[in-house]
C-alpha cells in the first residue's frame, strides 16, 4: 500500500492537560500530547487505561471535563463541525454495521465533509474514494455488499472510509484489530507510509511490538495518567513495561531492524526458563 501525495500544510493536534470521564467516574487525569506532522504517534497501555478515550477526546467524540484542545494555534471546539471533518478523521472501535450498502457506497460517506449539501459526486471525490480503496486494498470487491464481509474484511472499509476523508490528521484506534497477519503488516506500513507523506497520526495499538515498528513517539497510559512518554527505546523498557502490565517483560533491541522487540514472560515461560538454567547447570557439574 502507498499512500498518496500530502495535500498542502498540516497542523500538529494537541491535547493539554486533559481530564476525561464516564458520568461520575473520572479515568484520564492531566494527559497532555501532541501529534505532529510527519510522525505517528502510538498510545499503549493495559485494558481500560484510557488510552482510546482519551484518543476519543481529541476527536471530539467524548466530552473534555478539564483541559484543552488545539489544532495548530487554534482550539479545535472552535472548528464547526464540517471544518473539524475535513481535518480529521477517525477510526473507533465501535462503527454501526451499514446494510444493503456495497462497500463502494460506504467508502464514499468519509467525503461527505467534502461536497455542498445538494451537491453530486465530483472528479476529486471519485479519485479519493478510487485511492481509498486501492490503499485498503479493496478495489477488486468494491461491489460487494458489506454485510457478506468477515469482521477483517469491515475493519479494511471502515479504515478505506477514513482514507477517502482526506485530512492531515488521522487517529486510529486499534486498526489491525480483526485483521489477519498479512493485512496487519500492510495496514502498518500505511501508517508508516501516510506519515512520511505527512500526516499527523495518532494510533490504539496492543502489539507492542507494532507500536516500536511503526511509531517515532510512544505515549504509555497506566491507570488514565501517562507512565511515559518518548521514543519507542526510551518509553519500551523492561521496568517500564513491567510494572504497567504487571507480570515480566523482558525487551532487547533487534540488530537487523534496530526496533524494540518485546517478550512477556508468563508463568509458563518463567517455569521453562528456570527449568533450562537448571539443565545448564546441571550439565556444568
Known sequence: MNAPESHGPVSALRGDNLALGYRKDRVVHDVSLQLRP??????????????????????????????????????????NAKDFARTVAMLSQSRPHPSGLEIRDVVAFGRH?????????????????????????????????????????????????????????????????????????????????????GTALGVVLHDLDHAASVADEVVLVHRGRVRAAGTPEHVLTSENLSEVYGLRIDTVVDAETDHVRVYPRGRHQERRSRASHALVAASTI
Open 38 to 79: 510527519g510522525a505517528v504517534t502510538a498510545l499503549i497501555g493495559p485494558n481500560g487505561s484510557g488510552k482510546s478515550t482519551v484518543l476519543r477526546s481529541l476527536a471530539r467524540l467524548h466530552p473534555i471535563d478539564a483541559g484543552t484542545v488545539h489544532i495548530g494555534d487554534s482550539e479545535a471546539r472552535a472548528l
Open 113 to 197: 465533509p467534502h461536497r455542498g449539501r445538494f451537491s453530486g459526486m465530483s472528479d476529486a471525490d471519485r479519485t479519493a474514494i478510487d485511492n481509498a480503496l486501492t490503499l485498503t486494498g479493496l478495489t477488486e470487491m468494491a461491489h460487494r455488499a458489506v454485510d457478506e464481509l468477515s469482521g477483517g474484511e469491515l475493519q479494511r472499509v471502515w479504515l478505506a472510509t477514513c482514507l477517502a476523508q482526506d485530512t492531515g490528521i488521522l487517529l486510529l484506534d486499534e486498526p489491525t484489530n480483526h485483521l489477519d497477519l498479512r493485512y496487519q503488516i500492510e495496514t502498518l506500513e500505511l501508517v508508516r507510509d501516510l506519515a512520511d507523506r
